[in-house]
């Protein structure tokens, strides 16, 4: 006898509304706690990638996509580019 309930699909409907943060990363670098010390209104802090190179996407801390910035009505966006195949994303 197999008595089917009456349940979603899957439980993703249980987690479609949550928020997670997003951000979006031009580069890093590492420094010494010294050169930290010694930064000022003005240092430029070079990072590790260049301008041509796309920004990644994170989505809750995990790269998710890369892009690159564009800007929309004054402020800072940025244009998928690459959605990352779901073994990649893990998020």
Known sequence: MNKQLDAPDSGLELVMEIEVPIAVRFGAKQMV?????????GAIIELDRTAEEPVEILVNGKVFAKGEVVVVDGCYAVR????????????
């Not at 706690?33 to 209104?41: A, C, M, Y």
């Not at 690459?82 to 998020?91: F, G, H, Q, T």
């Open 80 to 91: 998928i580019t690459e959605v990352l195949n779901p073994a990649e994303k893990a998020l």
């Open 33 to 41: 706690l010294q050169e930290i010390l010694k930064l000022d209104h």
